[in-house]
């Protein structure tokens, strides 16, 4: 049995089954979870024999880091395996990408949801994949786990060997490979665990779920007693070009994608993000900004990230410094709140839009069947 991504109610039901007391659930948990013991010899507060009991029956099965790449800003992309499981679903060997951004007094990492992603938009380099499989929430909690200790035991944030400590904040935002809507049931069960705080103990207002606009998973998210934050990767100024862009808008159209929105509860100091790749010569007007203002303009409180296009394989231009600094300056003139946020890791693949399983020449890896 894989005791990666078990629930603290996994855990119980798994000890009374092998007839230990209740609590050895909760210290496999905290040792799992909150210290991010990732082998049972580690949990050291767990008594000898109870580890070898479980070391007989249960496992942890950890992706492997094939490739780690540095980039110059500090930040680090992880290419890593996933082996196939015992589950029908996700039967099949797979790879993924996390990255791990740090910066001043926090660090932020950036995992996938699934291997691949069959949502289609034009300008992701993961949608050349297509869907090769979900993630499970064991391999959706392992890539933060994973990456949290490889920054310790590699030397801090700084790559300092004397800096063992991490950042005193840590984001998650589910923005790598994968549309985390279409894989409901395991990314929220991972999200319980990194939430609580016996689990990982990730504060809820520090993790971002990131979605195409799956207006369904919306709404199923929106009931959630414990959630991330929600963004909206948007990058159209109407539907007319969103359905170019973004396929996905033909079936769940800006009316309805907004409505949900509008209706999303937020908290007292919570922003749903609005994302916005800006693609030179594509939506990057003027006539684009205003028309964006205007659909963010009865949605409660939205925030607006312009992200300019990081050039690579695919067939779209860099948006110019001005039509940026112009569109920025439309929609805070408009009253809306715009961050302009330059991608971090450009020179490892690591950015917005290029995780797509690149090695170090850049060139598509074959996926792992
Ligand atoms: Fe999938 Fe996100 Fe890429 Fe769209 S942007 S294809 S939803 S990974």
């Known amino acids: 049995m894989e005791l990666l991504g078990k629930s603290r109610e996994e855990l119980q ?10 609590y050895r659930a909760g210290q496999i948990y905290e040792a799992l ?11 050291t507060s767990l008594p000898k024999a109870l580890r070898e009991r479980l070391a007989q029956e249960t496992r942890i099965t950890l992706p492997v880091v094939k490739q780690r790449f540095v980039s110059s800003d500090g930040a680090i992309r992880y290419l890593m395996s996933l082996p196939r499981t015992e589950e029908k679903a996700t039967a099949r060997a797979a790879s993924v990408e996390a990255v791990f951004m740090p ?10 949801t699934q291997a691949g992603c069959a949502v289609d938009c034009q300008f992701c380099l993961t949608a050349q994949l297509g869907l090769i499989r979900n993630l499970t929430a064991g391999e959706i909690l392992a890539q933060i786990m994973l990456s949290l200790n490889d920054v ?6 700084n790559g ?15 923005m790598g490979q994968g549309e985390p809507l279409l894989n409901y049931d395991a990314v929220m069960k991972a999200m319980r665990i990194a939430l609580d ?7 809820p207002r520090h993790v971002t779920l990131s979605t195409s606009g799956i207006v369904p998973g919306i709404e199923r998210l929106a009931e959630e007693k414990v959630r991330p934050k929600l963004a909206i990767s948007l990058n159209a100024s109407c539907d007319e070009q969103r359905d170019v862009l973004m396929p996905i808008n033909k079936k769940y159209p800006l009316r309805v994608l907004l409505d949900a929105c509008k209706k999303f509860p937020r908290g007292s100091r919570e922003y749903i993000t609005f994302e916005y790749v800006l693609l030179g010569g594509v939506n990057d007007t003027p006539e684009d900004a205003r028309r964006v203002a205007k659909l963010m303009s009865d949605l ?3 925030k607006v990230n312009l992200i300019p296009w990081n050039p690579g394989a695919l067939p779209y231009k860099e948006p110019s410094a001005e039509s940026v600094s112009e569109f920025h300056r439309i929609l805070l003139e408009k009253g809306v709140p715009a961050f302009t946020r330059y991608s971090r890791g450009r020179d490892v693949m690591a950015a917005c ?8 020449d850049n060139s598509l890896l074959p996926v792992l069947r």
């Not at 039901?13 to 209740?22: F, K, N, S, W």
């Not at 979870?33 to 949990?43: H, I, P």
């Not at 705080?197 to 504060?203: C, D, E, K, L």
Request: aromatic letters at 2%.
């Open 197 to 203: 705080q016996r689990g990982m103990r990730i504060t």
């Open 160 to 174: 300092d060997p004397n800096d063992r400590q991490l950042a005193p904040q840590t984001n998650v935002v589910l």
């Open 33 to 43: 979870y909150a210290q991010r013991k990732l082998s049972l010899e580690e949990m």
């Open 300 to 302: 409660g409180r939205v």
């Open 353 to 360: 839009g290029q995780l797509a399983l690149k090695d170090a």
């Open 13 to 22: 039901a798994l000890c009374e089954a092998i007839g230990e007391p209740r």
């Open 152 to 157: 310790t035991t590699s030397g801090g944030c």
């Open 103 to 112: 910066s001043e007094g926090r660090q932020t990492i950036c995992i996938s």
